[in-house]
């Protein structure tokens, strides 16, 4: 099995550092402007040149992760810095809310009603922050997570469309990211902040979102944590409970919790069996939990995301438990994925496939897909597989 992890380590070390990262190094970055385009075609060419604030701030992460963990390449610094600049002056409204979308020039396009803005400019100042030293990053990380937090129990503000009181629903985005985000800023904050931060992200994820009697994780809840029947709260979405498992792992594996592990990888295995195309291959992207339609008219679409989130939590799994299903899974999310998302014509990935596994979309960028969870997931799956090489070595010696 030695060779055999020798060979995924680096392909997926390579496919990062010699194809990704160098795709939106050439092809991303607007030299008149600042900043980045997202909006890439299949080779590369912009397209479209609004910047979605939470793809700003995605990539701003990505550079300064990578400086941090990788290598201290001034190149990769110097190309989250100038994005952050641009951000810095651009990105927020006067009370600290990060807008949605900007111009190319950095005028307000789209008003700030996404609460996942703020978490990805949390994230991207706090990585640069560890990159850099700058304490005006730390502050901008560190004011912007609490403005998350004060804005947790009613994301939207004036911008929510619900009518009051009617069906009062919460949803399952913003604990799952808090249960991440919280890891990330950990140095930046008040411990008991981050302490009381992943007990309550574990206790919404595990208990409230996860419904045992079904082993799944749903998207949408009642105010008190109940079933709610009706298209929102029937709606699973396998790559969010996926991705979000291996963020419980982490916790789980900070916190010394192996039984908070053994969970999250038994829901996680029931989620992937779930979702998995029995017909087609490959995971759905929606799913009824009673078998109705589903809302979402792209429910059987195949994206990157959720492969490349799922491929990490097996990974995860196998790495913290050792259960031979996991890395049974991660082989066979691994065929897929490397057979119908990467392109080896012009770098980078697909974002969308029909049901067929067909490519629906050339674009490698756009205003959902950006410079994120293919280098993470690249990232993560290298350092996992060389975590579980040096293990069975130490077994083997």
Same mark, same amino acid.
């Given at each position: 099995?030695?060779?055999?992890?020798?060979?995924?380590?680096?392909?997926?070390?390579?496919?990062?550092?010699?194809?990704?990262?160098?795709?939106?190094?050439?092809?991303?970055?607007?030299?008149?402007?600042?900043?980045?385009?997202?909006?890439?075609?299949?080779?590369?060419?912009?397209?479209?040149?609004?910047?979605?604030?939470?793809?700003?701030?995605?990539?701003?992460?990505?550079?300064?992760?990578?400086?941090?963990?990788?290598?201290?390449?001034?190149?990769?610094?110097?190309?989250?810095?100038?994005?952050?600049?641009?951000?810095?002056?651009?990105?927020?409204?006067?009370?600290?809310?990060?807008?949605?979308?900007?111009?190319?020039?950095?005028?307000?396009?789209?008003?700030?009603?996404?609460?996942?803005?703020?978490?990805?400019?949390?994230?991207?100042?706090?990585?640069?922050?560890?990159?850099?030293?700058?304490?005006?990053?730390?502050?901008?990380?560190?004011?912007?997570?609490?403005?998350?937090?004060?804005?947790? !129990?009613?994301?939207?503000?004036? /911008?929510? +469309?619900?009518?009051? &009181?009617?069906? *009062?629903? =919460?949803?399952?985005?913003l604990p799952m990211i808090l249960s991440n985000l919280v890891l990330e800023l950990?140095?930046?904050?008040?411990?008991?902040?981050?302490?009381?931060?992943?007990?309550?992200?574990?206790?919404?994820?595990?208990?409230?979102?996860?419904?045992?009697?079904?082993?799944?994780?749903?998207?949408?809840?009642?105010?008190?944590?109940?079933?709610?029947?009706?298209?929102?709260?029937?709606?699973?979405?396998?790559?969010?409970?996926?991705?979000?498992?291996?963020?419980?792992?982490?916790?789980?594996?900070?916190?010394?919790?192996p039984k908070l592990i053994r969970k999250a990888v038994d829901i996680s295995l029931?989620?992937?069996?779930?979702?998995?195309?029995? !017909?087609?291959?490959?995971?759905? /992207?929606? +799913?009824?939990?009673? &078998?109705?339609? *589903?809302? =979402?008219?792209?429910?059987?679409?195949?994206?990157?995301?959720?492969?490349?989130?799922t491929m990490v939590c097996m990974l995860k799994g196998y790495m913290y438990t050792?259960?031979?299903?996991?890395?049974?899974?991660?082989?066979?999310?691994?065929?897929?994925?490397?057979?119908?998302?990467?392109?080896?014509?012009?770098?980078?990935?697909?974002?969308?496939?029909?049901?067929?596994?067909?490519?629906?979309?050339?674009?490698?960028?756009?205003?959902?897909?950006?410079?994120?969870?293919?280098?993470?997931?690249?990232?993560?799956?290298?350092?996992?597989?060389?975590?579980?090489?040096?293990?069975?070595?130490?077994?083997?010696?």
């Amino acid at each position: 099995m030695q060779s055999t992890l020798e060979n995924y380590i680096q392909q997926y070390r390579d496919n990062l550092l010699d194809d990704v990262i160098p795709f939106w190094l050439k092809n991303s970055f607007d030299q008149e402007f600042g900043g980045f385009f997202t909006c890439l075609d299949r080779t590369g060419k912009v397209y479209d040149t609004d910047k979605f604030v939470w793809l700003q701030n995605r990539q701003i992460w990505c550079f300064s992760m990578l400086y941090n963990q990788v290598e201290k390449k001034q190149e990769w610094l110097d190309f989250a810095i100038q994005g952050a600049e641009f951000m810095k002056a651009h990105g927020r409204d006067k009370d600290g809310n990060w807008y949605f979308a900007l111009t190319r020039t950095g005028a307000p396009l789209v008003q700030p009603h996404s609460i996942f803005s703020d978490c990805f400019a949390s994230m991207a100042y706090a990585q640069l922050y560890m990159a850099t030293g700058n304490e005006e990053y730390a502050k901008i990380a560190v004011d912007t997570f609490h403005n998350i937090l004060k804005k947790q !129990e009613n994301s939207k503000g004036i /911008y929510n +469309k619900s009518y009051p &009181g009617t069906r *009062p629903i =919460q949803g399952f985005s913003l604990p799952m990211i808090l249960s991440n985000l919280v890891l990330e800023l950990e140095t930046l904050l008040d411990p008991e902040l981050v302490e009381s931060t992943m007990k309550n992200a574990i206790k919404s994820v595990m208990e409230v979102f996860y419904q045992s009697e079904l082993g799944l994780i749903l998207e949408n809840v009642s105010d008190k944590g109940e079933f709610v029947d009706c298209f929102e709260g029937r709606v699973i979405n396998p790559g969010h409970g996926l991705e979000a498992m291996w963020f419980i792992m982490d916790l789980g594996n900070k916190m010394s919790d192996p039984k908070l592990i053994r969970k999250a990888v038994d829901i996680s295995l029931n989620i992937l069996e779930y979702g998995w195309d029995k !017909e087609y291959q490959g995971i759905l /992207y929606f +799913k009824d939990v009673k &078998g109705a339609p *589903p809302l =979402q008219l792209e429910w059987d679409q195949k994206l990157w995301w959720v492969h490349v989130e799922t491929m990490v939590c097996m990974l995860k799994g196998y790495m913290y438990t050792g259960d031979q299903r996991c890395w049974d899974w991660f082989e066979k999310v691994h065929a897929y994925s490397w057979s119908h998302f990467a392109d080896s014509e012009h770098g980078e990935w697909f974002g969308y496939l029909n049901r067929r596994g067909e490519v629906l979309s050339p674009a490698k960028g756009g205003k959902w897909k950006g410079c994120f969870h293919v280098p993470r997931g690249l990232y993560q799956c290298w350092k996992v597989l060389e975590t579980i090489k040096e293990k069975q070595s130490t077994l083997t010696v």
